[in-house]
């Protein structure tokens, strides 16, 4: 059995998802199971709908034109155009409910954003039966995927492939399961965090011991670079777990992050597939890389990067300073990307988010802080460039002759991951040029 996963794009209308139908058809002798996003928009849309009712403005309309999106799909695909209208009311019950309180807490917010994949799965899954395909639709939560109870970036409990194991006994047919949602164990409503449906994948291929877990994307598998960054960027034909979980955390947009960690742990491969070519080989992730597949592998980028130097002259000669640091960002659930030191400083970099400023606040009871928003980082990944003699050299010179000062880098200790900060707006140019001097010479 393999495990297909299809991205908001790849079931945006009725022509994508009609696309999507013929692709699962082609695999039926090997046994998909499938999991699927919200309609390419939608969940940005519920999103939306979320703040229109909380600061008391017309979210009707907004409402309405979701429900004629999804409703206009059905119709184009001949199927029953009231599918999902229980799904719809129970939308508007509950963003009524926020709009009266005027609060939605994180467990409200799961809920609301939920429902994306809850019609998107529904629809498929009814244009699949309209073709002869014999086929369920199943929120996860149904499927067995609990979490942990954190709001947005929950987790699966230890013991989730058993259950998901019991939960799937009884499923016949093509399972057309909701990504990036689950519940805990008290029956709330969780999210696995933005593009979590790569994720919902992934645990699902592990649990039912998936021989492959394909991601079907807009484009022909992870390239050399951001395509809308670098014109000439390239797919790549391979990648190592490790390679490709260092490229999804800093930066590129192909997979989700956590996506590795199941696939890892039952050594299933991955492969990244473009739905608008099928045919097309894509690339493939594995636990290990021939020799011949080793070297630099591809540049990645992210903006919006905040760094936090804290400043101790105590931390001279004494322990458990650093300890003391990362206790505060733990607890404020602060993500750390690069870490830097010396010996009265120690440098962090991290995206700016919501907690970032109380943890600040209680850092600056025992030491000096400075924070500088706004910064980009750049991540230049493949396995063993740390050993490619004059690899670094190469990288500086690209950033000299484009006049780029870095201000904080990291050598990652797994060989396989150059990363640097430099300043707002520099991050395209010196992908571009890094771009051209690692892959285009």
Not at 237 to 250: I, K, P
């Amino acid at each position: 059995m393999i495990v297909l996963k299809f991205g908001g794009t790849s079931v945006g209308n009725s022509t994508a998802i009609r696309r999507v139908g013929i692709i699962i058809k082609a695999r039926l002798e090997r046994a998909p199971f499938v999991v699927v996003s919200a309609v390419g928009g939608v969940t940005d849309r519920l999103f939306e709908l979320r703040d229109l009712s909380l600061q008391g403005q017309l979210w009707e309309e907004s409402l309405e034109r979701l429900c004629g999106l999804h409703r206009e799909i059905l119709a184009e695909l001949e199927v029953d155009v009231q599918l999902v209208d229980g799904l719809l009311a129970e939308l508007k019950t509950l963003l009524e409910e926020i709009a009266a309180t005027g609060e939605c807490d994180g467990r409200a917010l799961d809920h609301l954003v939920s429902f994306g994949e809850r019609m998107s799965a529904r629809i498929l899954a009814a244009h699949l039966q309209a073709e002869g395909i014999d086929s369920i639709a199943v929120d996860a939560f149904d499927a067995g995927l609990v979490t942990d109870g954190r709001p947005q970036r929950a987790r699966p409990l230890d013991d989730v492939n058993s259950r998901i194991q019991e939960a799937c006994k009884t499923l016949e047919g093509v399972v057309v399961a909701t990504g990036y949602i689950a519940r805990d164990e008290e029956g709330n409503i969780t999210t696995l965090g933005r593009g979590g449906s790569d994720y919902t994948a992934s645990i699902f291929g592990a649990a039912l011991g998936a021989e492959e877990i394909q991601i079907w994307t807009d484009v022909d598998g992870v390239m050399t670079a951001d395509p809308r960054i670098v014109e000439k960027a390239s797919p790549l034909d391979t990648l190592s777990f490790e390679e490709a979980a260092e490229l999804a955390f800093y930066g590129a947009r192909v997979i989700h992050p956590a996506t590795m960690i199941p696939a890892v742990a039952q050594d299933i491969p991955i492969r990244v597939l473009n739905t608008h070519r099928p045919d097309f080989p894509g690339t493939l992730i594995l636990g290990d890389l021939k020799e011949a597949d080793r070297g630099v592998k591809s540049i990645t980028s992210k903006s919006h990067v905040s760094v936090v130097n804290i400043v101790a002259p105590r931390m001279l000669d004494q322990y458990g300073f650093l300890a003391q640091v990362a206790n505060v960002f733990s607890r404020f659930e602060v993500v750390v990307d690069i870490i830097a030191t010396s010996e009265v400083s120690i440098a962090f970099t991290t995206q700016r988010g919501e907690n970032l400023d109380p943890a600040i606040a209680e850092l600056r009871e025992f030491s000096r802080v400075e924070v500088y928003h706004d910064r980009e980082q750049v991540s230049v990944v493949g396995e063993d460039i740390r050993d490619r003699i004059g690899f670094a050299s190469e990288v500086f010179e690209v950033l000299g002759n484009l006049n780029v000062n870095i201000e904080l880098i990291s050598f990652g200790a797994t060989r396989i991951n150059l990363s640097f900060l430099v300043g707002k707006g520099q991050a395209g140019d010196v992908v571009r040029g890094l771009h051209e001097r690692l892959f285009e010479q």
